[in-house]
């Protein structure tokens, strides 16, 4: 999002800073993760695939990306590189254009050195502070993984409240599973050569 393409929000354990082509061997390195993948529900792709979403990142309109620095590495190491202090990145996606007052929020601690030290929860903290107060949002979701107990933690602690929603992915195997459930379902022309109602 280009509203936030010049802003750096600091934290007392995170600073937030603008998704930008420098960030993007690390976080394309982190990407590899299988964990990753399952707990962000993310494909891999390849560095040119990375660069690529990165740039589409920053010019969607409906999206919102900082990358998570870790404020003691940046501090401890003035000079260096951001690439070095990164931890994670956290996202609001403005995802119902019915309704603009609607963010999605996602956070990613991707380095394993960097979790379960509160770095997650100030960066969602800060993001939904930066949703209100910039974006105008007065309603946030969170779509975590059953499995991914962590994150359904920190947001119950952040005032989230959880709802069940249950997804199916129709690949090929549930196509055929559902077409042998439904095979003695017939379709018909509704009400056959009658203009009247019933």
């Given amino acids: 999002m280009r509203l936030n393409q010049n802003i750096l929000l600091l934290g007392k354990k995170v600073v937030l800073v603008p998704y930008t082509s420098e960030h993007v061997p690390r976080y394309h390195e ?18 040119e695939q990375e660069y690529a979403m990165q740039r589409s990142w ?4 409906d999206k919102c990306t900082f990358i998570v620095l870790d404020a003691a590495k940046r501090q401890a190491q003035p ?16 995802t119902d254009p019915g309704d603009p007052s609607l963010g999605e ?35 946030f979701e969170a779509k975590i993984g059953q499995g991914n107990e962590p994150s ?26 559902l077409l042998e459930q439904t095979s003695h379902v017939q379709e018909k022309p ?7 109602p019933c």
Avoid at 30 to 47: C, G, Y
Avoid at 124 to 132: A, S
Avoid at 152 to 170: G, P, S
């Fill in 79 to 94: 000079g260096h590189s951001e690439e070095s202090c990164m931890a994670g990145d956290v996202n609001l996606f403005l």
């Fill in 105 to 139: 929020i996602e956070v990613m601690i991707a380095e394993p050195s960097c979790r379960g030290q509160g770095l997650g929860t100030e960066a969602v903290l800060m993001m939904l502070l930066y949703g209100v107060t910039r974006l105008g949002l007065t309603k």
């Fill in 58 to 61: 920053r010019d969607d309109a």
């Fill in 30 to 47: 982190w990407m590899k993760s299988e964990e990753l993948q399952r707990l962000t529900a993310s494909e891999p792709l390849t560095l």
């Fill in 190 to 196: 509704y009400r056959e050569g009658t203009s009247e």
């Fill in 152 to 177: 359904i933690r920190m947001f119950r602690k952040l005032h989230f409240e959880q709802e069940v929603t249950l997804r199916l992915m129709m690949s090929e195997p549930e196509r055929q599973w």
